[in-house]
């Protein structure tokens, strides 16, 4: 995968990736996580991002369309990062079931940077690009590890897309999530050594960033960087 897309990633979802069970709170914990890796077509959320090797800039999650595959559905999940700067925007998608699965047993990634034409990875080249970027891109299931964060408590939590009542969760790496069952994907405001990112605007009409039909990829090739 492009250092770039890489970092798209790392960025996105990288400071939510827990990693040990607390004692506290496990009931508020089980409840805020039940929800968080739930899949709907069409729903969407964008952060502000500051920070984290980056200049910054816009970042949306969302689900953009659905496939079935034997008794599976499974789900386009889009990570679009727009930075000021216009040489880091780019479009990382997944074909999984679920969030939870993330990287981890990817169907199909679409990779677009820049004015590069969109390419498409399908099975044993897209599990190799996700072997391949293990390291960077373990956090994308974040949701199916969120049981395993240290519990801070309910917080009033204020960001530009409003207030929400939050659970703050932290991680034994050091970094704060502060998450919500009312908010798609519960994401609500992060803090880390990936930089820090704040929910903007949310909703349910997501579709697709890649407008062009993606280029198969031949199984030999990887992008080269833009």
């Known amino acids: 995968m492009l250092r770039s897309s890489r970092l798209l990633v790392v960025l996105v979802l990288g400071a939510v990736a827990p990693l040990s069970l607390s004692a506290q709170g496990p009931a508020d914990l089980r409840e805020v996580c039940k929800s968080l890796g739930d899949a709907k077509v069409g729903q969407w ?127 034994d790496a050091g970094d704060d999530l502060w998450t919500s069952r009312d908010v798609p994907f519960g994401l609500v405001k992060t803090h880390g050594k990936q930089g820090d990112m704040a929910l903007s605007a949310r909703g349910t009409n997501a579709t697709s960033s890649i407008s062009e039909k993606p280029i198969d990829m031949p199984n030999m090739m990887m992008p080269t960087k833009p």
């Open 45 to 171: 959320a964008s952060f502000d991002v500051v920070g984290g090797g980056s200049s910054g800039g816009k970042m949306r999650l969302a689900v953009v369309g659905s496939e079935r595959s034997s008794d599976t559905t499974l789900y386009w999940f889009e990570v679009s990062f727009e930075g000021k700067d216009p040489s880091h925007s780019g479009v990382v998608q997944i074909l999984t079931s679920s969030l939870a699965s993330g990287m981890a047993s990817p169907r199909a990634v679409v990779v677009k940077w820049g004015p590069q034409p969109a390419m498409k990875l399908s099975g044993q080249m897209a599990a190799m690009m996700s072997q391949t970027g293990k390291d960077n891109t373990a956090a994308f299931d974040w949701a199916g590890k969120c049981s395993g964060a240290h519990v801070v408590g309910w917080e009033s939590t204020a960001v530009p897309a409003g207030s929400f009542r939050t659970l703050h969760l932290t991680t």
